[in-house]
C-alpha cells in the first residue's frame, strides 16, 4: 500500500520555500481537508507549473492524488519527487511507485522500482512485498519481451530497458505528458523501428499535440504492418471523428467491426 509522507520540521540550515508559496500550498490543503480535493489538485498543478521542483507542492499534490486515487497524477509527481530526497523519504517514495505502478498495470515500470529498492536499500521495511512482486513479475515480463523483440540482437539487460521505456511511453501518453511521450517513443523506435504499441502510443500523442497529420501517418504505418489492428483502427475513428471526417470516420469504424481480437 501507498505510505503517506510525515511532514518534517525543516532543519535549521535549510533553505525555506517562498512564503507566498506555502501560503498557496496552504490554501490548497485547506480546499482538501474542507473536502474539495479536485480543486485542491487544480491549484497544486498549477503551482507546480512554476515551482516544479518544490518540495512542499510536490508532497502535498501527491498526497491529494493519493485520496483521488489518481495514480497518474501520483506516480508522475512521485518520480519527481525522487531524485530530491534520501534515505527513509526516497526509500517510502520508491515503495509508493511500486505501488502506483501495479495500480496502473505498467508492470515493467512496478518491476524497475522494486529492483532498485532491493538494491538500494536491502533491509527496508519494504523488502518482502518488494521482492515477492519481483520473482512473480520478471518471468512473466520476460516472456512479454521475448515474445516482441526474442530476434533482436540484445543482452536480457538491454531487453528489460526497452520494456521500461515501453511502459513509460504508455505511461507518459496516458497521463498526458506528450512531449515527453514523444521523444522517448522516437528515441525507442530508433532502436526497434517497427514497434506496433509504441507508434500507436506516439500517433496518439502527436493528435493530443494538434499534430493530426503526423498522428494519421503513424497510425497509417501500423496499418501497413498489421490491417487489423484494432488500437490503430480506433485511433483512426477518433481523429477523424474528431476533426469532423465523418465520412473517413465512418469507413476505419467499419473496418473496426470486421476485426475479431
Known amino acids: 500500500m501507498a505510505k503517506r509522507k510525515k511532514q518534517r520540521k525543516s532543519s535549521s540550515g535549510a533553505r525555506r520555500p517562498p512564503l507566498k508559496l506555502m501560503r498557496e500550498v496552504a490554501v490548497a490543503m485547506e480546499l482538501f481537508e474542507d473536502g474539495d480535493a479536485v480543486t485542491a489538485r ?3 498543478l498549477n503551482l507546480v507549473t512554476r515551482q516544479p521542483r518544490s518540495k512542499p507542492v510536490l508532497y502535498a499534490l501527491v498526497e491529494v492524488s493519493h485520496k483521488l486515487e489518481d495514480w497518474h497524477t501520483f506516480a508522475y509527481y512521485s518520480e519527481q519527487l525522487l531524485p530530491l530526497e534520501r534515505g527513509e523519504d526516497r526509500e517510502d517514495i520508491l515503495n509508493n511507485l511500486i505501488f502506483a505502478f501495479i495500480q496502473l498495470l505498467q508492470p515493467g515500470l512496478a518491476w524497475q522500482y522494486a529492483h532498485e529498492l532491493l538494491t538500494q536499500y536491502p533491509d527496508s521495511e519494504h523488502k518482502k512485498p518488494a521482492r515477492s512482486f519481483v520473482e512473480t513479475a520478471e518471468p512473466l515480463l520476460w516472456q512479454e519481451i521475448e515474445e516482441t523483440m526474442g530476434d533482436t540482437a540484445f543482452s536480457r539487460e538491454e531487453k528489460f530497458e526497452l520494456r521500461i521505456m515501453h511502459d513509460r511511453v504508455r505511461f507518459l501518453t496516458e497521463s498526458g505528458h506528450n512531449a515527453e511521450a514523444i521523444t522517448l517513443a522516437e528515441q525507442l523506435l530508433e532502436k526497434i523501428p517497427h514497434l506496433r504499441p509504441i507508434l500507436n502510443n506516439l500517433s496518439l500523442s502527436q493528435f493530443m499535440l494538434g499534430n493530426v497529420a ?11 504492418q498489421d490491417p487489423e489492428n484494432f488500437h490503430a483502427l480506433g485511433n483512426l475513428v477518433r481523429y477523424h471523428f474528431l476533426t469532423a471526417q465523418f465520412e473517413q470516420a465512418q469507413a476505419y469504424a467499419q473496418q473496426l467491426q470486421q476485426v475479431d481480437n
Not at 214 to 224: E, G, I, P
Request: glycine letters at 0%; hydrophobic letters at 50%; a positive charge.
Open 42 to 44: 487544480r491549484q497544486l
Open 214 to 224: 503526423q498522428a494519421v501517418a503513424t497510425a497509417q504505418k501500423v496499418l501497413d
